[in-house]
C-alpha cells in the first residue's frame, strides 16, 4: 500500500510561482489544471463542455524506478455523473490489453473498499455501491504497479523499426530502454461510453490506443536523479526530494490523455509560436537533427494555427522515442512523439538500410540507379522529407482528434485521414505544391501500390481497427487510399469552399465528438449544390474498393517513380526490384 503517495501536494502547487489560488467557485485543483489552456481558449472550452469543474478529475502520483523497469503509484479520479445513472465506473488500462502488465489494489469507492470486475483484458469495472444518479460524483482510488517490457531491439534503426512488431502491440508505447521509459496508459482512464452505456473498445494491436473525455489532471512523477519526466500539461515545477530523487509536476486541463515519459541523457530545444511554448527534447547524439524538429513543430504549428484555428494549450512537447512495428510517431494531446529511427534516417541515410536482408541485391540495386552515393544522397532527401511530413502528421493530430474528438478505434479513418491529408496541406502551404504533390505519390499512393505489389487486396478503409488483417493492410488503406477523399472533395467543391468548411469542422466540434460523415456534411454547407457528389466520393473512397482505379495500376516504375534526377529506370533495374520485393517485404 503506497500510504506515502496520497497526501496530494496541494500547498506546494499553490507556491508554484505565477500561480494565483484559486476563487471560492472553483476547486483549487482545477484551477491549477486550467493554466494548461490559453485564457481565452477556457472559455471556449467551457461552452462546448459546460463547467470546466466538472470534467474528470485526475490525481497522479507516480515513483519510476528505471533500472528495474518499475512503476508504482495512486490514483485518485472523481466523476460527475451528468446524463444517465452511474452503476459502475469503468478504467482502461492499455497496456494489459496485450499482457498483464499493471496490477491494481487496494481498490475504493468513496472510501469504501471495492472489488473490481476484468470484462476483457485491459477494462476494469468497478462496481458501486448503488448508482449515482445525474447531478452527483463518485471518487474511486487505487494503488498501481507495474512491470515495463524491454524495447523491442533494433527499433533505432529504420528497418529495425519496421521489423521489431512482433506481432500486434502497442508500437513500443508501453516499454523501456536503458535511458528511456514509455508509460502510455499506466494511468488508468475512463473509457467514453456508447448510447447503451458500454465502454468504447479497447486497443487491436493495430493502430491507435485509446481516446477519452476532455479532463483535468494533476501529476507528480518522481525519478532518480538524472532522470527527466515528459507529459501533457503545464510544467509546475521540479521538486528536489530528501533521498535525491526529483519530483516533477504537471496539470493538464480538458485532455483527452495523458501520457508519460521519462529519460536519461536527452537534450531539449525550444521555441515560441503564438503564445504556445514548442518544445523539443532528444537524445544528445540526434541533437542536430532534433533541433531540425523543433523548426518543422513551429512551421507546422504556425501554419495550422492560421487556418485551422488556435491550439488550446500553452504547451506543446516532441519527444523522441523508439517506436516500433513501422510507426513513425504517436500523438496525444499537447505532446506528440517521433521514432527515433526517423532521427537516425534523416541523419545518416546509409544507416536505414542497416539489417536488410539481400544487401548484396540492394547494392547492385543502388550501383543500377546511378552508383553507390548518388541513390543515398536521393534517400537522404526523401527520409528528410518523411522525417518532416510526420512531425506535420503529428501536430495535425492535435486537432483531429486531440480537439476535434472521435473514435480512433471504431473508425480510425475520421482522424487519421484528417491528419494526413493537413500534413499534406502543410507540405504544400510551405513548401509549394510540386512538393506536396511529390509527397503525396510518396507517402499515400505509394503505400497502397507496395501494399498491392506484396499481394494485399483493397478494400473497405472505413472499418474498425479490429477489422484489419495486419498494420500494412491498415496503412495501405487508412493512410494511402482513404486521406485522398479529401483531395477529391477539394477538386470537386474548389479550394475556397474546402478551406472554408475545414475551418468551420474544427471551430464547430472543438472539444466535442464528431462523427463518421461530419466533415462531408460541413462540406456540404460550404457548397450545396455538390452535396450528393460529395456523399457519393465518401462513400467511393472509404467503404468501397476503387483504389486500382482511382490512384492506378500498381506497378514497380510507378512506385518508384524515376531514378536518380528524375532518370527513368531501366527494364533490367525494374526487374530487380521485382525479384528482390518480395524478400525485403517479408524480412519485415
Same mark, same amino acid.
Given at each position: 500500500?503506497?500510504?506515502?503517495?496520497r497526501?496530494?501536494?496541494?500547498?506546494?502547487?499553490?507556491?508554484?510561482?505565477g500561480?494565483?489560488?484559486?476563487?471560492?467557485?472553483?476547486? &483549487?485543483?482545477?484551477?491549477?489544471?486550467?493554466?494548461?489552456l490559453?485564457?481565452?481558449?477556457?472559455?471556449?472550452?467551457?461552452?462546448?463542455?459546460?463547467?470546466?469543474?466538472?470534467?474528470?478529475?485526475?490525481?497522479? %502520483?507516480?515513483?519510476?524506478?528505471?533500472?528495474?523497469?518499475?512503476?508504482?503509484?495512486?490514483?485518485?479520479?472523481?466523476?460527475?455523473?451528468?446524463?444517465? &445513472?452511474?452503476?459502475?465506473?469503468?478504467?482502461?488500462?492499455?497496456?494489459?490489453?496485450?499482457?498483464?502488465?499493471v496490477?491494481?489494489?487496494?481498490?475504493?469507492?468513496?472510501?469504501?473498499?471495492?472489488?473490481?470486475?476484468?470484462?476483457?483484458?485491459?477494462?476494469?469495472?468497478?462496481?458501486?455501491?448503488?448508482?449515482?444518479?445525474?447531478?452527483?460524483?463518485?471518487?474511486?482510488?487505487?494503488?498501481?504497479?507495474?512491470?515495463?517490457?524491454?524495447?523491442? &531491439?533494433?527499433?533505432?534503426?529504420?528497418?529495425?523499426?519496421?521489423?521489431?512488431?512482433?506481432?500486434?502491440?502497442?508500437?513500443?508505447?508501453?516499454?523501456?530502454?536503458?535511458?528511456?521509459?514509455s508509460?502510455?496508459?499506466?494511468?488508468p482512464?475512463?473509457?467514453?461510453?456508447?448510447?447503451?452505456?458500454?465502454?468504447w473498445?479497447?486497443p487491436?494491436?493495430?493502430?491507435?490506443?485509446?481516446?477519452?473525455?476532455?479532463?483535468?489532471?494533476?501529476?507528480?512523477?518522481?525519478?532518480p &536523479?538524472?532522470?527527466?519526466?515528459?507529459?501533457?500539461?503545464?510544467?509546475?515545477?521540479?521538486?528536489?526530494?530528501?533521498?535525491?530523487?526529483?519530483?516533477?509536476?504537471?496539470?493538464?486541463?480538458?485532455?483527452?490523455?495523458?501520457?508519460?515519459?521519462?529519460?536519461?541523457?536527452?537534450?531539449?530545444?525550444?521555441?515560441?509560436?503564438?503564445?504556445?511554448?514548442?518544445?523539443?527534447?532528444?537524445?544528445?547524439?540526434?541533437?542536430?537533427?532534433?533541433?531540425?524538429?523543433?523548426?518543422?513543430?513551429?512551421?507546422v504549428?504556425?501554419?495550422?494555427?492560421?487556418?485551422?484555428?488556435?491550439?488550446?494549450?500553452?504547451?506543446?512537447?516532441?519527444?523522441?522515442?523508439?517506436?516500433?512495428?513501422?510507426?513513425?510517431?504517436m500523438?496525444?494531446?499537447?505532446?506528440?512523439?517521433?521514432?527515433?529511427?526517423?532521427?537516425?534516417?534523416?541523419?545518416?541515410?546509409?544507416?536505414?538500410?542497416?539489417?536488410?536482408?539481400?544487401?548484396?541485391?540492394? %547494392?547492385?540495386?543502388?550501383?543500377?540507379?546511378?552508383?553507390?552515393?548518388?541513390?543515398?544522397?536521393?534517400?537522404?532527401?526523401?527520409?528528410?522529407?518523411?522525417?518532416?511530413?510526420?512531425?506535420?502528421?503529428?501536430?495535425?493530430?492535435q486537432?483531429?482528434?486531440?480537439?476535434?474528438?472521435?473514435?480512433?478505434?471504431?473508425?480510425?479513418?475520421?482522424?487519421?485521414?484528417?491528419?494526413?491529408?493537413?500534413?499534406?496541406?502543410?507540405?504544400?502551404?510551405?513548401?509549394?505544391?510540386?512538393?506536396?504533390?511529390?509527397?503525396?505519390?510518396?507517402?499515400?499512393?505509394?503505400?497502397?501500390?507496395?501494399?498491392?505489389?506484396?499481394?494485399?487486396?483493397?478494400?473497405?478503409?472505413?472499418?474498425?481497427?479490429?477489422g484489419?488483417?495486419?498494420?500494412?493492410?491498415?496503412?495501405?488503406?487508412?493512410?494511402?487510399?482513404?486521406?485522398?477523399?479529401?483531395?477529391?472533395?477539394?477538386?470537386?467543391?474548389?479550394?475556397?469552399?474546402?478551406?472554408?468548411?475545414?475551418?468551420?469542422?474544427?471551430?464547430?466540434?472543438?472539444?466535442?465528438?464528431?462523427?463518421?460523415?461530419?466533415?462531408?456534411?460541413?462540406?456540404?454547407?460550404?457548397?450545396?449544390?455538390?452535396?450528393?457528389?460529395?456523399?457519393?466520393?465518401?462513400?467511393?473512397?472509404?467503404?468501397?474498393?476503387?483504389?486500382?482505379?482511382?490512384?492506378?495500376?500498381?506497378?514497380?516504375?510507378?512506385?518508384?517513380?524515376?531514378?536518380?534526377?528524375?532518370?527513368?529506370?531501366?527494364?533490367?533495374?525494374?526487374?530487380?526490384?521485382?525479384?528482390?520485393?518480395?524478400?525485403?517485404?517479408?524480412?519485415?
Amino acid at each position: 500500500m503506497l500510504t506515502h503517495l496520497r497526501r496530494w501536494p496541494l500547498l506546494a502547487l499553490l507556491l508554484v510561482p505565477g500561480v494565483a489560488p484559486a476563487g471560492d467557485f472553483v476547486p &483549487p485543483e482545477v484551477q491549477f489544471s486550467l493554466q494548461h489552456l490559453k485564457s481565452e481558449e477556457r472559455a471556449r472550452a467551457a461552452q462546448a463542455l459546460g463547467p470546466l469543474e466538472d470534467l474528470p478529475r485526475y490525481q497522479v %502520483q507516480l515513483e519510476l524506478d528505471p533500472k528495474a523497469r518499475k512503476v508504482k503509484g495512486h490514483l485518485r479520479v472523481e466523476l460527475f455523473v451528468r446524463n444517465r &445513472p452511474l452503476d459502475a465506473v469503468h478504467l482502461r488500462v492499455t497496456p494489459n490489453a496485450f499482457d498483464p502488465r499493471v496490477e491494481l489494489s487496494e481498490v475504493k469507492v468513496n472510501g469504501q473498499p471495492a472489488k473490481p470486475e476484468r470484462p476483457e483484458d485491459g477494462l476494469y469495472r468497478v462496481p458501486l455501491a448503488s448508482p449515482v444518479a445525474p447531478g452527483g460524483s463518485v471518487v474511486v482510488e487505487l494503488d498501481l504497479e507495474a512491470r515495463v517490457p524491454r524495447a523491442q &531491439p533494433g527499433s533505432n534503426t529504420l528497418l529495425g523499426a519496421l521489423s521489431a512488431s512482433g506481432g500486434a502491440g502497442d508500437y513500443g508505447a508501453f516499454a523501456a530502454m536503458e535511458d528511456f521509459m514509455s508509460l502510455v496508459g499506466v494511468v488508468p482512464l475512463v473509457p467514453p461510453l456508447d448510447a447503451s452505456g458500454d465502454p468504447w473498445a479497447g486497443p487491436t494491436g493495430v493502430g491507435d490506443l485509446a481516446l477519452y473525455e476532455p479532463s483535468n489532471v494533476l501529476a507528480n512523477v518522481i525519478v532518480p &536523479p538524472g532522470w527527466k519526466v515528459y507529459a501533457t500539461g503545464a510544467p509546475m515545477g521540479e521538486l528536489p526530494q530528501k533521498d535525491g530523487r526529483i519530483r516533477y509536476t504537471f496539470a493538464a486541463g480538458a485532455v483527452r490523455d495523458f501520457p508519460v515519459f521519462a529519460s536519461r541523457g536527452y537534450q531539449s530545444a525550444t521555441a515560441t509560436v503564438n503564445g504556445v511554448t514548442v518544445e523539443s527534447h532528444f537524445v544528445a547524439r540526434d541533437a542536430e537533427v532534433g533541433r531540425r524538429v523543433l523548426k518543422y513543430a513551429s512551421d507546422v504549428l504556425t501554419e495550422f494555427e492560421r487556418r485551422l484555428g488556435p491550439l488550446p494549450f500553452k504547451y506543446f512537447r516532441v519527444v523522441e522515442a523508439p517506436l516500433s512495428g513501422g510507426a513513425g510517431g504517436m500523438e496525444f494531446p499537447g505532446l506528440v512523439t517521433v521514432g527515433t529511427s526517423l532521427y537516425r534516417g534523416a541523419a545518416d541515410p546509409g544507416s536505414a538500410l542497416e539489417g536488410l536482408q539481400g544487401m548484396g541485391q540492394m %547494392q547492385q540495386l543502388l550501383q543500377a540507379m546511378g552508383g553507390d552515393t548518388a541513390p543515398l544522397t536521393q534517400l537522404g532527401k526523401t527520409l528528410e522529407r518523411t522525417l518532416e511530413f510526420t512531425v506535420a502528421h503529428e501536430v495535425a493530430h492535435q486537432y483531429f482528434a486531440g480537439l476535434v474528438g472521435s473514435d480512433p478505434i471504431h473508425a480510425p479513418v475520421v482522424d487519421e485521414t484528417l491528419a494526413q491529408y493537413a500534413a499534406l496541406l502543410y507540405m504544400e502551404w510551405k513548401h509549394g505544391r510540386a512538393v506536396a504533390e511529390r509527397m503525396r505519390q510518396e507517402a499515400l499512393v505509394a503505400a497502397y501500390h507496395l501494399f498491392r505489389l506484396s499481394g494485399g487486396k483493397d478494400g473497405p478503409a472505413d472499418r474498425p481497427t479490429s477489422g484489419f488483417d495486419d498494420s500494412m493492410q491498415y496503412g495501405a488503406l487508412v493512410y494511402g487510399k482513404a486521406p485522398l477523399l479529401h483531395h477529391a472533395s477539394r477538386k470537386l467543391i474548389g479550394d475556397e469552399a474546402f478551406f472554408k468548411a475545414l475551418r468551420s469542422y474544427v471551430d464547430t466540434y472543438r472539444f466535442k465528438w464528431t462523427c463518421g460523415d461530419c466533415f462531408t456534411r460541413e462540406l456540404a454547407k460550404a457548397s450545396p449544390s455538390k452535396a450528393k457528389e460529395l456523399e457519393r466520393l465518401r462513400v467511393r473512397w472509404w467503404q468501397e474498393a476503387h483504389g486500382d482505379e482511382d490512384l492506378g495500376q500498381p506497378n514497380m516504375g510507378a512506385l518508384l517513380g524515376a531514378g536518380v534526377d528524375g532518370a527513368e529506370l531501366d527494364p533490367e533495374t525494374l526487374k530487380l526490384m521485382e525479384e528482390l520485393l518480395p524478400g525485403l517485404l517479408k524480412g519485415q
